[in-house]
C-alpha cells in the first residue's frame, strides 16, 4: 500500500425520485455509479447502511493514492461529477475523510490488521467513526502516551481477525482522526469496544462519535438490494 492515500467516505439517501424510476435504470444505478467513480478513484466500494442506520441508505468509500501535488484536486473534480449527475436520486448525509501516514505509536513494520484500500478483497462489514482527543492528551510527554498506547495496541492484537485503518484529518475536518475497522461479524467488534473501554486511554477521549455501519456488497448485489420488486415506492 502506499504510504500516503486519501481515503473518503460519503454517507448517501435516496430521494423520492430515485423509486419513481422503473426497474431496469435502478438496476443499473450502482454499476454506472460504480464505473464513474473508479475513473478518478483506485478503487471505490459500497456498503448498505439502510437498515442499520436511520441517516442514509448506502456509504460510498472511494481512494486513491497521492503521488502528485494535482492527485487530491482531481480526487475531489472527479468524485464531485459522479455526485451532480446523480443528485436528482441521491444526497449526501455525511463526509468523513483523511490521509494514511506511519503511526508515531506502531514501530514496527505494517501490521497484518492494518487495512488495505486497494485490497480487491473486503470484509462483510465496515465500521469507521471520527475521532476526538482531549486537549490534555496532547500536553502528557510522549513517554507517558506511547505507554497508554501499547496497552491500547495490545488488546487490539488479541482481536487478529479485525482490521483497522487510522486516518488524519487534521485541519482538513472537524474531526482529528477517522478510525476505519472491517470485521466478519459486529458481535466480535462489540467486544473489543467493549474491552476497549477499560483502556487508560479512553479517558483522554473528547468525541467517538457519530458511528457508521456498513455491510459491504457488490454493485450488482446493491442494485438487487435496491430495485423496486414493481418499480414503485
Known amino acids: 500500500m502506499p504510504e500516503k492515500t486519501l481515503n473518503h467516505y460519503l454517507s448517501l439517501r435516496f430521494t423520492p425520485a430515485y423509486w419513481e424510476l422503473p426497474p431496469d435504470r435502478q438496476a443499473d444505478f450502482f454499476p454506472a455509479f460504480a464505473r464513474e467513480l473508479q475513473s478518478g478513484a483506485t478503487c471505490a466500494n459500497f456498503y448498505q447502511t439502510a437498515a442499520l442506520q436511520a441517516e442514509g441508505d448506502f456509504l460510498v468509500w472511494s481512494a486513491a493514492p497521492l503521488d502528485d501535488p494535482a492527485d487530491e ?10 455526485l451532480s449527475a446523480r443528485r436528482r436520486w441521491i444526497e449526501p448525509a455525511a463526509a468523513l475523510w483523511g490521509y494514511t501516514r506511519p503511526s508515531v505509536y506502531a514501530r514496527s513494520a505494517a501490521s497484518a490488521q492494518e487495512i488495505d484500500p486497494f485490497d480487491s478483497r ?20 510522549k513517554d507517558t502516551r506511547q505507554g497508554m498506547m501499547n496497552e491500547h495496541i495490545r488488546v487490539g492484537r488479541q482481536y487478529p481477525e479485525i482490521k483497522q485503518l487510522l486516518l488524519y484529518s487534521f485541519g482538513v475536518q472537524d474531526q482529528e482522526f477517522i478510525v476505519v475497522y472491517e470485521m466478519e461479524t459486529l458481535y466480535r467488534f462489540s467486544e473489543l469496544v467493549n474491552e476497549l473501554r ?36
Request: proline share 5%.
Open 73 to 82: 484536486a482531481r480526487f475531489f473534480a472527479s468524485l464531485g461529477r459522479a
Open 122 to 141: 473486503r470484509s462483510t462489514y465496515l465500521v469507521l467513526y471520527p475521532f476526538v482527543k482531549t486537549i490534555q492528551w496532547y500536553l502528557l510527554g
Open 198 to 233: 477499560g483502556s487508560d486511554v479512553r479517558e483522554y477521549t473528547e468525541r467517538d462519535t457519530p458511528v457508521y455501519t456498513g455491510v459491504w456488497h457488490s454493485p450488482a448485489e446493491m442494485s438487487a438490494l435496491f430495485t423496486a420488486q414493481d418499480g414503485r415506492q
